[in-house]
Structure formats: structure tokens, C-alpha cells
């Protein structure tokens, strides 16, 4: 179900909104290869009128599942939008479209959440990514200390002969 606000128990007083919105009402699924969204979001919000329009505040929190971009490791990312504001207009030409009374809050959120969503998701700052596995021959050099080099594909296509 979405997350609606009647504007009819507006016009008396604020709503204060609290609970969790399901993750298929945010309809993010398949918008990353990395993320997906599978918990649901939780908000604690207040409602108000002001001015002909709907004024809505307060904390959204959301649990992603991630894979790390450089080593391909699950994890979760908290994504948490704390001093969340929406102002939705019920006139003029950006109104928010009312149905029964009510106004969804859903699309802003989604929008908002998109924002946020990590561009590059790391399971830490300092993942060094999958192990490297050494191919190729490896050679060593006179040098004390050198270790081994591990062997250039040129220096293999410069041996050849036509």
C-alpha cells in the first residue's frame, strides 16, 4: 500500500506518520545489478497544510542489499535520509495529483531515495577487490631485494620470429 495522507484530517490538525512501506510499493527492482532493494522502508514523518499545499518531514530509512563493486561481496548499506522534506503543491501547474482525498507520498520518496542510492557500493573504503592471480612466467632479477617481476606479454611476442 502506498504511502498516502488525507487531505481532509490535514485541514484540522498534522499527521504524524510512522511505520514501514513494503519494498514492491517503491517499485525499485532491477534499477542496479549491484543494489537491490528487498527490506522495507521505514519513516516517521509529520504532515501539515501550508499554503495550498502539503508539507511533509522527518526520517526515511532504508536497508539495501549491495554487492561490492570491486570484490563482488554481499552486504547491506543503511541508506538514511534524516531531515527528509517534501513540499507537494495542490495547485497550479506542478500539483500533486489527489485521489480520494489523499496525496501519495510514494513517488517523492522513491525520487528521493534514487538520489541517494551509492553510485559505486563498497563493502569498506579500503577493499582491495578479488585476488590477483599471477599469470604468465616470472623471472628474477640480479638485484638484491627485486623479488620476482612477473614476465610482460610483450617481452613473449618480442621472441617471435617471421
Same mark, same amino acid.
Given at each position: 500500500?502506498?504511502? #498516502?495522507?488525507?487531505?481532509?484530517?490535514?485541514?484540522?490538525?498534522? =499527521?504524524?506518520?510512522?511505520?514501514?512501506?513494503?519494498?514492491?510499493? !517503491?517499485?525499485?527492482?532491477?534499477? +542496479?545489478?549491484?543494489?537491490?532493494?528487498?527490506?522495507?522502508?521505514?519513516?516517521?514523518?509529520?504532515?501539515?497544510?501550508?499554503?495550498?499545499?502539503?508539507? =511533509? $518531514?522527518?526520517?526515511?530509512?532504508?536497508?539495501? $542489499?549491495?554487492?561490492? =563493486?570491486?570484490? #563482488?561481496?554481499?552486504? %547491506?548499506?543503511? #541508506?538514511?535520509? %534524516?531531515?527528509?522534506?517534501?513540499?507537494?503543491?495542490? &495547485?497550479?501547474?506542478? @500539483?500533486?495529483?489527489? =485521489?480520494? +482525498?489523499?496525496?501519495? !507520498?510514494?513517488?517523492?520518496?522513491?525520487?528521493?531515495?534514487?538520489?541517494?542510492?551509492? $553510485?559505486?557500493?563498497?563493502?569498506?573504503?579500503?577493499?582491495?577487490?578479488?585476488?590477483?592471480? %599471477?599469470?604468465?612466467? %616470472?623471472?628474477?632479477?640480479?638485484?638484491?631485494?627485486?623479488? @620476482?617481476?612477473?614476465?610482460?606479454?610483450?617481452? &613473449?611476442?618480442? @621472441?617471435?620470429?617471421?
Amino acid at each position: 500500500m502506498a504511502l #498516502l495522507i488525507n487531505l481532509r484530517l490535514l485541514e484540522t490538525k498534522n =499527521a504524524l506518520l510512522k511505520g514501514e512501506l513494503a519494498a514492491a510499493e !517503491l517499485d525499485m527492482a532491477g534499477l +542496479d545489478e549491484l543494489i537491490r532493494v528487498e527490506k522495507p522502508l521505514k519513516y516517521d514523518l509529520e504532515a501539515q497544510m501550508l499554503d495550498g499545499s502539503v508539507l =511533509a $518531514q522527518g526520517n526515511l530509512m532504508l536497508d539495501l $542489499q549491495c554487492e561490492c =563493486a570491486r570484490c #563482488l561481496k554481499p552486504f %547491506t548499506h543503511r #541508506l538514511e535520509l %534524516t531531515g527528509w522534506a517534501c513540499h507537494l503543491p495542490l &495547485e497550479g501547474p506542478e @500539483k500533486a495529483p489527489v =485521489a480520494n +482525498d489523499c496525496v501519495d !507520498l510514494t513517488p517523492s520518496i522513491r525520487e528521493d531515495i534514487l538520489l541517494g542510492l551509492p $553510485q559505486h557500493p563498497l563493502c569498506r573504503p579500503e577493499c582491495g577487490g578479488l585476488p590477483r592471480k %599471477t599469470t604468465g612466467k %616470472t623471472k628474477t632479477t640480479g638485484r638484491a631485494g627485486a623479488g @620476482k617481476v612477473a614476465a610482460s606479454a610483450w617481452n &613473449e611476442l618480442n @621472441k617471435l620470429k617471421f
